[in-house]
Structures are given as C-alpha cells and as structure tokens.
C-alpha cells in the first residue's frame, strides 16, 4: 500500500529523531517529527521544540486526559505489531487515489465519509463522498427507450472543505509540484485518519501540514478534521478556507456516468454564529432533510486566534469561513473543524438544523472528542479483534475488513433503520443498495454483538408489508423481498445495464435472484440459535420465517407424478444464468441452491410454529392467519423439493446445466486475461454466458458454505437423495473448475469449502478474499466502494470455519483446521450471554470463560462434550 514518494533526495533536514509517541511504523512516523528510513524529516524543533504529542491539541489534551489508557493501548500495539494496524501510503498517486480513498474511509454506522483529501472536490483523481445510512433517493433519468428510475443511497455534502494557501499564494492540491513529502496514515485501532504535508513553493518556503480526521464512534453526529501549519523557514500568512460543499452529485460510478445525478437542493447557507456556518438540504424526491454545521476555531498552542472571518455563501450550496493566520518558524498554528450533522430522519430532535447547531455549542474540544472516540475504539476492538501469528500482511488486512465492518454498521441501530450495504459507506458501487450479502456478514456481528444483527435484521421487518405487496403482485402469497433494497424495500435492481465493450443496453434480469428471501430467513434463524432471542423471534423474527416460507410455498409446483416439488424461473447466485440457452432472462428451473435452502427453510417454519406453540404471540397469529393446512403443506414441500444430478451424482446448478457444452476457458483467459466479467465479453461477441458450464460465483457450493457436508447429506437425505462422501469431492471439483469468481464473495465460499478438503487451497482464496480490497483484486472497482460481504466473510473465515465453530441443538461445536501458514489464532465470542476467549493452536483448543453470571454452556470440541461454568479456563487437546 505504499505508493510513489516525492522527491525524497530533498537536500538538507536530514534528522534521525523520534517523536517517542510509540506509533511509528516502518520506521515512518506521520506526524513529521520522526527521521525514518533515511527519509528526509523535519527536525524536531519544527515542532516549537516540543514532540508532537505535545504540540497539536488533540494530542496534547488526549494523552493528558487519558494517559493510563493510553499506555495500555501503546503497550497492546507494541505487543501485535503495528503493522497489522497501520495502513499507510507514502507519496500521491492519482491513478490509485480513488481506492485509497475508499479504503481510508471513516464512518460510524450513522454515516461514512471516504478519505478524501480535504482540498479537492470531486473531478477525475478525487472523489470526496460521505454518506449517510439509510438516505435513498430515487432520481429519473430520461435516455429515450431506455429512460429509467433509479434509487441511489445519496451522495451528502461535504464536510471535509478545508482549503489553504501560503502567503498569498496558489491554493494548495496534493499533486501540485510543491509538495515534497505526502504521506497518509489509517489507524485502524483508533480510527483516525492521519495526512503529513511538506511543501516548499516557488519562493522557497518550507511549510508542513498535518491533519487528521475522525467520524465519531462516541458521538455519532459529530466528526472532526484537525489541521496543524508549520511554517518551517519563513514567516507570513496562511490562509484558510473551511465550508460544507453541497454542490455534490452521485459521480462516483463511471459506469452509471449517463445517469441522472443531483439528488440534493439548497435550503438555506448561512453563518449561525462567529465560528459556526450552516448548510441545509433536501433530497429531491424522498424529502429527506439534512442539515450539517461546521464550527472551525484556531489556536496557536492552548492560545485561542481571532482572525477576521471572511464568510462565503453560494446559494448551489457552499458556505465557508476564510480567514488568515499568522505563522513564524517554530509557532504551529491549528485550525480545528468540528462537524455535526442531522437529518429528518433522526429521533429525538426539534428539527435537523436546530439539532446540530446545538450538538455543536455543546461539544467539547476535539481532544474530548477524540479521547470517547478512541474509547469506543477499543471496547469494539476487545470484542471483534481476531490476532493470527501470521504474516502481517494477512493481520493487516483482518484488521481493515473488521474496521470496515465495524465502521459501516457497529452504530445502527433499530431508530436508524438501515440495512447492510453492499459496498458500506464508501462509495456508490452498486448504488449502495442492499443485497443479500448480509447473509456474509452476520455470523461475525451475530457471534459478539448480536444486537447489532438484530438492529440489521429490523431493516427487512419493517419492509415486510412490501414484501408481502411484491408477492401479490408476483401473483403469490407470503412475503417475496426484493434482489436489491433501498430506502422502503421496492424492488430497486436497475432493468438494464449499459455494457461498455458493445456499447448496449442489456436486459438486468437479476431481480430473480428470490434466493435473497432463503438468506433473510436463514439469517433469522441462525440468529435465534445463537442467542435463544425469543422475544426477536416472536416479535420479528418468526414473522419474516413464516412469510418467507409461505412465499416459496407458493413458488413450489407440484408434479404429481413424481410427487416431487420444482421451482422455476428464478436465478441462483451464479449471475451468470438467468435463463436457459436461447431464452435469456426466463429463469431457471431447480437451481438447487434455490431447491434445497427452500427445503431447510419451510422445514425451519415448521419448527417456529410448533416453538411459539403456548407463547404469547396472538398479535403475530392475527397477522398472519396461517391456514391449518398450509403449515402441513410446508412440513410436505421440505420432505419432497426436486434436487437435480448429473449423471456422476454431482447436483446440478439447475435443470439443464449438464447439458450446456464446456467453455473455452484457457482461449478466453488468453484472449481477455481478466475473464471476470464474462457476461460482458461474451455479449459483445453476440454470444452468451447462459450458453456454458460456467459459472460467476459459487452457487450449489453456497450449500457446503451455509451448511456442513454432514449437514447438507442429512437435509438431501430427508428429501430422499444420497450425496456420498466421495460425491461431495466431485461437486467441489466441478464447480471449482468452471467459476470465474467474479464476484469478491466467491472467493469466501471456495476458501470456505476447501477447508476441510484442501488447506493450502482454502488459504489461497482466502489471501484473495482478504485481499479483495486492499489490492483490488478485481482490478479496478474497489474505488467505488469496498466490499462488505467479502471483508466480513474473510474474517469469518478465521473466525468460524478455521475453528469450525457451529451453534446446533444449543450445543457449541468446535471442530478446528488450522491451515498450515496459521500457528495460532486467537478471537472472543459472546455465547448465550457468556464472553468466551478462543486461543487455538495446533495441539490445543483453549476456551477462557469469563467470571459472571452466565448459565453453564455445552461445547462439543471434536465430538468430546463438556459443561463449562463462567469463570472456568478448560484446554482441549487436538489430534491434526
Ligand atoms: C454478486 C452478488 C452480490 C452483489 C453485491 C454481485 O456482483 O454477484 O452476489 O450480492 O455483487 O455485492
């Protein structure tokens, strides 16, 4: 991740000084004060002679307030290594600064702003979006037949505005020729976002700016940006513009480049008080109001400035403060913006605009701010982090993929009412809709915050009732959800797609993709084994089950002469598909994805309705009406689904697929190198994906993914087919050979179910899956937005399948493999309200419950069971 530097044979200032802030890394330390790989630094008095922990506030007033804390946290990271904490980038590359800016993006849950430098708005290199969950607008586009609504999760304003210039000079962009040193620094443990500036201009002076960053974890309506200047060799002004940019659009996506794009109009700008300017907008078309305030206050070290305000207003949107500072060599000067935002859709509030004018009096100074964020920090790292003796390359990027899980959805709640974004919070890919990549994410929140799933889960309760409209509409009954949600749960996955190579608009058939409902209901239910939640299941819980179930109960047809159940004319996962050779976009009969996770889930119904039996829950039984019959019709339907084989006893991707001819793969890879759009490549060639064996990403393998072979045998059983052991290895074989893995998730499920088979093959699709963001492995798209489902289930992948963790009959099993470049993992679970400590080396399985007042918990670790107490620290010996 280390990109270009700049000019580094700078002559002169060659110091070796550390800053003794404990949080340099490679021997680089971002705020400019330390000497490190020979790097040219600035000495240390540039500092005003102090270390840098003493000269800018947030530092200075943190570490004050907090130093025990602090301690602790230095000594913890010395311990792990901070490489696997730090993410950093040396020099400014513009061709990958849109990914950096996705990876470095900060955010809360309530809202994510990407690491975009505070400089520039948006154009061809930068790209400064922030986003806040759950604000949807649908905008229509007129391109003649191919005019189209679409619903984006909208691009806000831009809180980051913070523009200077030296002595009068150009207003600074971080490619300019004058910089001499650019370096950025994620901290993943504190979540803050660090950028170290030097500059000299065309006359000569030397300046260094250092800024960073936070999106509130304690105060989730707050944000803060904190500049320091430093003039090194010269003495003058510096000027400083600080606004809120509303003059956005959703530009984010090239590919959606033709489609409409302002989703925001101007309310008001104003200048509510001194230091305090205010911004408010409206959603087009949702009407949601958004109001975001920026207080900005300079000091030059505990000292308050008071420079003249120059205050700019454009009625499209801009408000801004510009004043002037003075600088002299050894007298930094800080420019603090502390940043509130509210919108409509907040609770608890007069009005947007009055809500953060008043957060904003009554917030403290950003080192108050930052000592709760760092707080909040690190009780979400003792609960999620996951320590691997491994390469750090592998550490760092477990780290990021929880960071960015944790950043995007560790502050939603139920008055939130926000679901789990494809790409979270940091980009527009997909249009930030909601798929059923949760599904990938839930186990790792389920396992140690399960509040948190429960809070996700709410998203799709409260758009059962379009759900329910949408299987009236099919003609169905039950509650059908759509591929891709947005703000109220309408179907929102676009009709078309533009394919670049042909220049076409094509038919996007993929909303038949009805397997989102399985994973909903699959979701709720391993939800409820992991918690023995009740009261969810009878208030949301069992709802979504039944209604699910009742939906595919609907899909299901029988065969009388069989008595067997089909499904047709869907798609499973494999995007690839959507309708048999020469009649695309009819669906699919009997994708066995589809078949069986029907099965499992009408059976899970059954199972619900006989759990709430003698419960309180008249208020659901009135909603649903259940017909006596119908619950007998599902009990029938999951003992009798249709499941197709290939002659060799593989299942089948669908009715038909064996019969598709081989694909060119070894012409095409050599023909496209990059195949992973093969639906693209093959229709500009007036071919077709449906044509093949092929396959985008797992999809009868997603079965090995959700359940154990065991499990799996079982469920195919009680449908009347054998699946062998020997049959299992074949179908991994097939469908191994015949994926493009062109979707990020693919690679999770392959690693997933090589596992147990193959160890060096599952690490490998996990490096990849790991990696799919930080290296942007699919060449190119990781600017647009990360990828939650696969950073979630590469972490799972250590988490669950590497310990072989499963919940069954209020049994926790634990089956470990630890794949041969792991010596030893280490992570904490939240069991049935019992905090568990899992150390897993290759000899030993050792389980800390901590002291308290939990119910004694069932662990079966290689088929051995045993009852453990809180308080209780039990070693498990393990055969390899
Ligand atoms: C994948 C889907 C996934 C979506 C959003 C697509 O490329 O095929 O399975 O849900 O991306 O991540």
Redesign the pocket.
């Known amino acids: 991740m280390v990109g270009r530097r700049r000019r580094r044979d700078e002559p002169g200032e060659v110091v070796d000084v550390r800053c003794g802030r404990g949080r340099c890394v490679h021997g680089r330390c971002v705020h400019g004060c330390c000497g490190g790989h020979g790097s040219i630094q600035p000495p240390a008095d540039r500092h005003g002679g102090r270390t840098s922990s003493e000269g800018t506030g947030m530092d200075a007033r943190a570490s004050r307030a907090d130093a025990e804390r602090e301690a602790d946290v230095e000594g913890r990271a010395r311990a792990d290594g901070d490489e696997a904490w730090l993410l950093g980038f040396d020099g400014f590359d513009p061709e990958t600064e849109g990914r950096r800016e996705a990876l470095c993006t900060l955010g809360n849950g309530y809202w994510g702003t990407r690491g975009a430098a505070p400089e520039c708005a948006a154009d061809a290199v930068h790209y400064p979006g922030t986003y806040l969950a759950g604000v949807y607008n649908p905008l229509h586009t007129d391109l003649g037949e191919h005019s189209r609504d679409d619903e984006h999760m909208v691009n806000a304003p831009n809180w980051l505005p913070l523009g200077f210039r030296i002595a009068g000079g150009e207003w600074f962009r971080p490619g300019s020729p004058d910089v001499l040193d650019y370096r950025q620094e994620l901290d993943l443990r504190r979540g803050v976002l660090t950028r170290f500036v030097r500059i000299r201009d065309l006359a000569g002076r030397t300046s260094m700016v250092t800024s960073r960053r936070f999106v509130s974890q304690a105060a989730p309506h707050l944000a803060v940006l904190e500049t320091t200047f430093e003039a090194v060799d010269w003495s003058g002004t510096v000027t400083v513009r600080s606004g809120v940019d509303g003059r956005v659009a959703n530009r984010n996506v090239v590919a959606d480049a033709l489609l409409a794009a302002g989703h925001l109009v101007t309310r008001s700008t104003e200048q509510v008080t001194i230091d305090t300017v205010l911004l408010q907008m409206e959603t087009t078309r949702s009407g949601v109001h958004i109001a975001m305030a920026a207080r900005t206050r300079a000091y030059a070290g505990d000292r308050p400035l008071t420079p003249e305000r120059r205050f700019e207003r454009d009625p499209a949107g801009w408000v801004a403060q510009e004043f002037d500072l003075p600088l002299e060599p050894g007298h930094p000067v800080r420019v603090e913006k502390t940043v509130a935002v509210s919108t409509s859709r907040d609770r608890a509030v007069l009005s947007a605009p009055a809500a953060v004018t008043t957060w904003l009096e009554r917030a403290g100074d950003p080192a108050e701010l930052l000592a709760a964020h760092e707080r909040e920090w690190e009780g979400l790292w003792d609960e999620f982090a996951v320590s691997l003796q491994s390469g750090d390359h592998q550490a760092l990027a477990l780290n990021l993929n929880t960071f960015h899980v944790l950043q995007t959805l560790a502050g939603v709640d139920a008055d939130l009412d926000a679901g789990v974004p494809?790409r979270g919070l940091s980009g527009e890919g997909?249009r930030g809709h909601v798929?059923?990549?949760e599904a990938f994410v839930y186990p790792i929140l389920t396992l140690r915050r399960p509040d948190l799933s429960r809070a996700l889960l709410g998203y799709r309760y409260r758009r059962l009732n379009e759900a329910r409209a949408a299987a009236r509409a099919a003609g169905r009954t039950g509650a059908m959800f759509p591929w891709q949600s947005g703000i109220d749960g309408r179907e929102v996955t676009p009709a078309e797609l533009f394919n670049p190579r042909s220049g076409r608009w094509l038919p996007d058939n993929s909303y038949r993709q009805r397997h989102v409902g399985l994973a909903i209901a699959y979701s709720v239910w391993k939800y409820y084994q992991a918690t023995g939640d009740a009261d969810f299941l009878v208030h949301q819980g069992a709802e979504l089950i039944l209604e699910i179930a009742r939906f595919f109960a609907s899909l299901a047809i029988h065969d009388q002469a069989a008595d067997r159940y089909d499904i047709d004319e869907v798609m499973g996962?494999d995007?690839f598909h959507d309708g048999p050779p020469g009649v695309p976009g009819a669906g699919l009969r009997n994708n066995t994805y589809t078949n069986v996770l029907t099965a499992w889930v009408l059976g899970r119904a059954v199972e619900t309705v006989a759990l709430l039996a003698g419960r309180n829950c008249r208020p659901l039984w009135n909603r649903l009406r259940l017909r006596p019959d119908e619950v007998d019709g599902w009990e029938r339907i999951s003992r009798r689904m249709r499941v197709v084989f290939h002659s060799d006893g593989v299942p089948s991707q669908f009715d038909g697929y064996e019969d598709l001819p081989e694909f060119d793969w070894a012409g095409y890879r050599e023909r496209y190198g990059d195949i992973g759009r093969l639906d693209l490549i093959l229709e500009a060639e007036g071919d077709s994906t449906n044509n093949y064996r092929l396959s985008?990403?797992a999809d009868v393998l997603m079965l090995l993914y959700l359940f154990s072979a065991e499990e799996l045998r079982e469920q195919l059983e009680a449908l009347g087919y054998e699946l062998s052991p020997e049959a299992v290895v074949r179908t991994v074989d097939f469908y191994g050979a015949r994926s493009t893995h062109?979707?990020t998730?693919s690679n999770v499920v392959h690693s997933w179910v090589e596992a147990r088979r193959d160890r060096e093959r599952s690490w490998q699709f996990l490096g990849r899956a790991l990696a799919s963001d930080l290296a942007d492995i699919q060449g190119d798209t990781t600017h647009e937005g990360i990828?939650l489902?696969a950073m979630a289930g590469s972490v799972d992948m250590v988490l669950r399948c590497y310990s072989g963790l499963e919940i069954r009959d209020d049994v926790l099993w634990l089956h470990p493999v630890l794949p041969a470049e792991l010596d030893q993992v280490a992570f904490s679970i939240n069991y049935r309200d019992q905090p568990i400590r899992l150390e897993l080396t290759r000899t030993t399985l050792r389980l800390r419950l901590r002291a308290g007042g939990a119910a004694p918990i069932v662990v079966r670790v290689e088929g051995r069971e045993a009852v453990l107490s809180p308080g209780e620290t039990r070693d498990f010996p393990l055969g390899d």
């Open positions: 494809a997909y798929f059923w990549d996962p995007e985008k990403q062109g979707s998730l990828h489902g």
